[in-house]
Structures are given as structure tokens and as C-alpha cells.
């Protein structure tokens, strides 16, 4: 005799969806695991291997952040398979500005009503950034709440844990005439999102599908660019001790965020001339009238990363579109 009566199903969440979802992606997780992974997909927690072979007094570095409303404009596309790689990405540079190289990455995955192919889409985009920063995805969550988030939004978040030696932890040795080099950002990277977006189409009346300038790419193209990481670049300066700092420009902007690596009796002495921002962060400004002020609070403009260093020249040598953007000053 078949039950009658209420399900989670009928209460707006679809269990076998997010089976089928882990069954998606399930082999692209698999695939960024190493010899240090030990548990297996499905686990109720991720086992790492903390042998730390060649470090002579590991430090554990870990940080957690999210896409942030980057997610709406992917809605807006449908485009998904970026994402993952976004919140990975962001949070390897986060560590790295400590010294640390990633070891191991969990996301969490919500929304309204899930959707497999999604869900997939953005989990296996993490896992395929997870194998290129060296690091396994062991474990995550992927969660259904109706009420909770509003009809067809998702949410992405992303813990790292990485190692460091702890004579190698960043900063240190900051002085005066150290040069500031900055890295190029592919774009927003994933912050100020909420001020493109009401700059762009609620104040400016842009479409995702306009163009910009004479290279064809559209706004929804510039806007969707992935975060990029830093690591492999960076890598090899961080083990020739060239490097004193580094500020993962993130929300705050360029000088915000250096000051917190720029010890007290310096200052970032910055020459916002000394390299031209892409050009969507001159359609936001201009669609917006924002505030130069304001504008480099709220994005990177154009450089994702800045390393502090002795002598600029081994970047700039080695690292395309770098460029030396100022130097650390006494106050």
C-alpha cells in the first residue's frame, strides 16, 4: 500500500538530485587527490596525510571566502564552469601571501533549487583548479534551501589549508625603497560585483551582451573572467627569498590591502599612472560616475597581486605584464 503525506521533496528539496550531482562530478574530484589523500569521495570527512617531508617546522595556514554576486552574473549567462576555479584560485592567494603552498580544499555549493548539472559544472571547475594550484579537493557540501536564498541564486564558499616553513613566513624584512611590482588581474576577480552591477545596468542601462571597446569582447565576457592565481608565478621568487611581501588585492583595493603587509613607519608610495587598467573598469566608472576614490576601494583596477621586493627585476623579467607600480616609503 503506497504512504501518502508530505516529503523533503514536496518541502523543496530534492535529495536525488544532489546524488546525482556528486555522481556529476565525482570522478573530477577524484582526479585532483594525491598520495596524500586518504579518505574517498562520500566520506563524512576529508583525510590528509600531514607528513610534511623537507619542512623543518610546518605551520598550518588556512583561510575561507566566497564568489560573493559574481554568482548572479553567471546566472545571468549560464555560465557555471568558471566559478569553481574563481573561489580556488582566490583562496590559494589568499595563503600565499603568507608563503604557504595549498595542500587541501573543501567547498560548499547552495541554492534555492539545485540543479545537478550546476552543481557540477562549478564543483568539477574547483577540481580541475585544485589539480593546477597542487592541492585535492577532499571534501564539501552541497546544500538545497528554499526561503533561504532566492529563486535561482547559488552561493559558493571555499576553505584552503596550505604549509609554510616558519622561517619562510611572508612578511618580512620590509624597507625603505623596496620596489612594489604588480601583477596583472584578469579582470573583477571576485570582488565589487555588487557596485559593477548597479553602475553597469541599473545606473548605466548596459546589457551583459553590449560590447566593449574594439576587440569584441562583451561586458558579460569582462565580467566573467576567472580569478587568477598567482602561485606558479610567484613560486619560484618565494623560494629564492627574493620576495618580502605580498598583497593579494582583494575587497579594499589597492592600498588597503597593502597597507596590511607594509609594516608601521612605512607607506605604499603607489603611481596609479605606471599601467593602464582594462577596460572595464572604465565602463563601470564612467556608467556609475564613480569617485576615483571610491573606484579604488572597491576594485583592483587591474592588478591582482603586488610583491614587495629589493630589486623589481627578476619579476619583471619573469612574470608577463608585470610592472612596477611604486615603492614603500618612510612615513
Known amino acids: 500500500m503506497s504512504e501518502k503525506g508530505l516529503t523533503y521533496r514536496g518541502a523543496g528539496v530534492d535529495i536525488s538530485e544532489q546524488n546525482k550531482a556528486i555522481e556529476l562530478f565525482k ?4 582526479s585532483s587527490y594525491n598520495q596524500h589523500v586518504l579518505s574517498d569521495v562520500g566520506s563524512f570527512g576529508g583525510l590528509f596525510d600531514a607528513a610534511f617531508a623537507g619542512y623543518s617546522h610546518p605551520v598550518l595556514v588556512s583561510s575561507i571566502d566566497g564568489v560573493g554576486t559574481k554568482t548572479k552574473i553567471a546566472h545571468a549567462l549560464g555560465r557555471y564552469d568558471g566559478l569553481g576555479a574563481d573561489i580556488v584560485n582566490h583562496c590559494v592567494n589568499d595563503i600565499l601571501v603568507q ?15 539545485l540543479s545537478a548539472q ?11 583548479a585544485c589539480k593546477q594550484n597542487g592541492c585535492a579537493l577532499i571534501g564539501g557540501e552541497i546544500a538545497e534551501m528554499p526561503g533561504v ?3 535561482g541564486e547559488i552561493d559558493i564558499v571555499g576553505c584552503i589549508v596550505g604549509v609554510v616553513d616558519k622561517p619562510n613566513i611572508l612578511p618580512r624584512e620590509v624597507q625603505p625603497g623596496d620596489a612594489l611590482v604588480g601583477l596583472p588581474s584578469e579582470g573583477l576577480h571576485t570582488n565589487g560585483y555588487s557596485l559593477a552591477r548597479k553602475a553597469l545596468f541599473e545606473v548605466g542601462g548596459f546589457d551583459l551582451h553590449d560590447s566593449i571597446g574594439t576587440l569584441g569582447e562583451t561586458i558579460g565576457d569582462a565580467l566573467i573572467r576567472p580569478h ?38 612605512l607607506r605604499a608610495q603607489i603611481d596609479f599612472e605606471s599601467w593602464t587598467p582594462p577596460p572595464i573598469f572604465d565602463l563601470i566608472r564612467s556608467a556609475g560616475s564613480i569617485p576615483e576614490s ?16 629589493s630589486s623589481p627585476d627578476p619579476l619583471l623579467g619573469s612574470i608577463p605584464g608585470s610592472v612596477q607600480i611604486g615603492v614603500a616609503a618612510a612615513e
Open 149 to 151: 536564498y532566492a529563486e
Open 294 to 309: 571610491e573606484m579604488r576601494a572597491a576594485f583592483n583596477l587591474g592588478i591582482g597581486m603586488i610583491a614587495v621586493v
Open 99 to 113: 608563503g604557504a603552498e595549498p595542500l587541501f580544499f573543501l567547498d560548499y555549493f547552495a541554492a534555492s533549487k
Open 228 to 265: 587568477k592565481s598567482y602561485l606558479a608565478d610567484l613560486r619560484p621568487h618565494l623560494a629564492s627569498g627574493a620576495i618580502h611581501a605580498l598583497a593579494h588585492i582583494t575587497g579594499g583595493g589597492i592600498e588597503a590591502n597593502l597597507s596590511r603587509v607594509i609594516p608601521a613607519g
Open 118 to 128: 550546476v552543481a557540477a559544472q562549478v564543483v568539477e571547475s574547483a577540481a580541475h
Open 27 to 30: 570522478s573530477a574530484v577524484k
